[in-house]
């Protein structure tokens, strides 16, 4: 991926970062205001982008999909990320302003290593990582159930 590891929550159809919201003064469907254009999200931090990613990933497989190179040390990677930031607050997929520690993030966290895990013993990703992925993920279950 051209932005690295730092999933953002959206993107525009030709990859880039979707520029921050701006309000022309147009009229929107029905005469409603404001009329936005960009999104704000853009800027948050959203840990579950880990999980839709790899799970996402093991989808394509599954479905008789091969993985190239370039793409098997992506997922290795955005992995390797989450492990390393799943313990932060975030904004979860509600955008809201405040981050907190939020029980959907945790799950998607969880679902990311889990998918890393699989597609590694399938040898569809490095399997290098994969005892760390395990204990990460594990981690997050035993914190999840802890405090959710």
């Known amino acids: 991926m051209r932005h690295g590891v730092e999933l953002r929550t959206c993107y525009t159809l030709e990859g880039d970062i979707v520029p921050a919201e701006r309000y ?22 959203q840990l579950s982008m880990y999980g839709y990613m790899l ?18 040390r992506l997922l290795g990677q955005l992995a390797n990320h989450c ?3 799943w313990r932060l607050e975030d904004s979860s997929i509600w955008e809201l302003p405040d981050e907190q520690h939020y029980t959907h993030s945790k799950m ?6 889990d998918r890393a895990v699989a597609m ?3 040898r569809h990703i490095e399997p290098t990582w994969m005892e ?17």
């Open 120 to 122: 590694a013993m399938a």
């Open 55 to 72: 799970a996402t990933a093991l989808l394509f497989i599954e479905a008789g999909h091969v993985l190239d190179l370039s793409t098997s």
């Open 108 to 113: 998607a966290c969880w679902l990311a290593l």
């Open 132 to 148: 760390r992925w395990e204990r990460e993920r594990d981690r997050i279950r035993d914190w999840v159930e802890t405090h959710c």
């Open 83 to 85: 492990a390393d930031r």
């Open 24 to 45: 022309p003064t147009l009229r929107g469907y029905k005469n409603s205001q404001p009329v936005r254009v960009g999104n704000n999200a853009r800027d948050q931090r």
